[in-house]
């Protein structure tokens, strides 16, 4: 039953899947920053084809290559902006075009035919694919042109020659598989560690390092879908910093990377927005650097965000007497609080975790807070491919002895 269930269609995880948001490759850093603050996503399409569309002048040629690249989030910004000669000189930075800051790794992105297999999106995740690339409709064929269509069509068109793509990600495959897991029973209530699936190879950081010291970190968890751990000088876990928070922030993080410890980052970072404090912290250590045009960027930044956001404030921040400054994106951000786990804790239970706090990593603890390492979506697609394998052996050797 399991393996007929994973040669079940991707298609049939696509329904109700929005379509994706694009971006030219030859787009600009700021031209990416601005779709990602208007469309609230956490990540953008790119794509090696032109998408501006002319309304009823334009001409769709079914027969032009056009194909996703990669895919562009504010924690990519944020990195490229870390870098020193771009701290000194942002505005320069902005230019520079996307192409030259994605991620770079393996099938990051992937396209998939509608009828490729649940079995086969899983094998190439384990591999390295974050998102697959999926088309959901087909709006034009090859026989005709339609008008109607063309003058929908923005300059920021989420069509591709006629044709409509969604992605799919390692977090959705999850999800889809914990709505049935009854059909892989009984490892699903198997402790993680008897599953072997606790990478122990984890990154961590000083609570009290400068967060700057860890930016090869950040960027290796943005690409790898982790998270960097925060821990003090006994290895205890005290929290995180994670690409999936990062991706709700502003641009502005950027100078808290530059300038703060790595215990002040996850308070700058955390939902709601940083507090008052840090941020005149962050722009005194500009200043003292002599990073005038960053601290000019903060300034613009909260001025934006200040004038947006809602007068009244959270109860629970007057409360604890920290302001809070300018919402923006970070009103939309989990917490930066940490998920554990324990060696002992059932695959089910941790997947269930992950999920429920949209966590890219459930981190593993003993009994005395210590940490031991971490439990990833694709650790956990991995365990569901090998019940595929087991049952698939099985079924051959039952075959072999009639």
């Known amino acids: 039953m399991a393996v007929r269930f994973l040669n079940r269609e991707v298609s049939d995880l696509c329904l109700g899947k929005p379509a994706l948001r694009s971006i030219p490759s030859n787009s600009t850093v700021a031209e990416a920053l601005s779709l990602l603050k208007r469309s609230g996503e956490t990540h953008v399409s790119v794509w090696n084809c032109d998408h501006k569309v002319l309304e009823e002048e334009a001409d769709i040629d079914d027969d032009d290559e056009c194909c996703c690249v990669g895919k562009i989030s504010m924690v990519d910004v944020i990195c490229f902006l870390c870098k020193q000669e771009n701290l000194i000189d942002s505005s320069k930075a902005f230019d520079v075009p996307i192409s030259k800051i994605l991620p770079k790794g393996d099938s990051i992105v992937r396209h998939l035919e509608p009828n490729s297999s649940l079995l086969e999106a899983i094998d190439y995740m384990i591999e390295g694919t974050q998102n697959a690339v999926i088309p959901i409709h087909n709006y034009a064929s090859t026989n005709s042109?339609?008008?109607?269509?063309?003058k929908s069509l923005s300059?920021?068109?989420?069509?591709?020659?006629?044709?409509?793509y969604c992605w799919l990600t390692q977090e959705d495959v999850a999800r889809f598989l914990l709505?049935?897991?009854g059909v892989f029973s009984p490892m699903p209530t198997f402790s993680i560690e008897s599953l072997n699936i606790i990478d122990r190879n984890v990154m961590t950081v000083g609570y009290h390092d400068p967060a700057i010291s860890a930016l090869d970190s950040i960027t290796l968890a943005n690409i790898e879908q982790t998270a960097l751990a925060v821990v003090d000088n006994d290895n205890r876990?005290?929290?995180e910093i994670s690409a999936s928070t990062l991706a709700y922030c502003d641009e502005d993080v950027a100078a808290a990377i530059m300038t703060l410890s790595a215990g002040d980052l996850m308070?700058?970072?955390d939902y709601g927005g940083p507090p008052q404090d840090l941020v005149g912290l962050v722009k005194m250590r500009l200043e003292e650097k002599k990073l005038g045009l960053m601290t000019k960027l903060m300034d613009e930044e909260f001025s934006v965000s200040s004038s947006s956001s809602s007068a009244s404030s959270c109860s629970s921040d007057d409360e604890s007497g920290s302001s809070r400054i300018g919402l923006g994106r970070y009103s939309s951000a989990r917490r930066s609080e940490v998920i554990t786990c324990y060696p002992g804790s059932s695959l089910v239970a941790v997947l269930i975790q992950a999920l429920a706090h949209r966590a890219s990593s459930v981190w593993v603890i003993d009994e005395d807070h210590n940490l031991v390492g971490a439990v990833t979506f694709k650790?956990?697609?991995?365990?569901f491919r090998s019940i595929a394998n087991a049952k698939r052996k099985s079924t051959t050797e039952n075959v072999s002895t009639q």
């Open 145 to 150: 042109r339609r008008k109607p269509l063309r």
């Open 155 to 164: 300059p920021r068109s989420t069509h591709h020659n006629g044709v409509e």
């Open 179 to 181: 709505n049935s897991i």
């Open 237 to 239: 876990l005290v929290g």
């Open 267 to 269: 308070s700058y970072i």
């Open 379 to 383: 650790g956990i697609l991995q365990v």
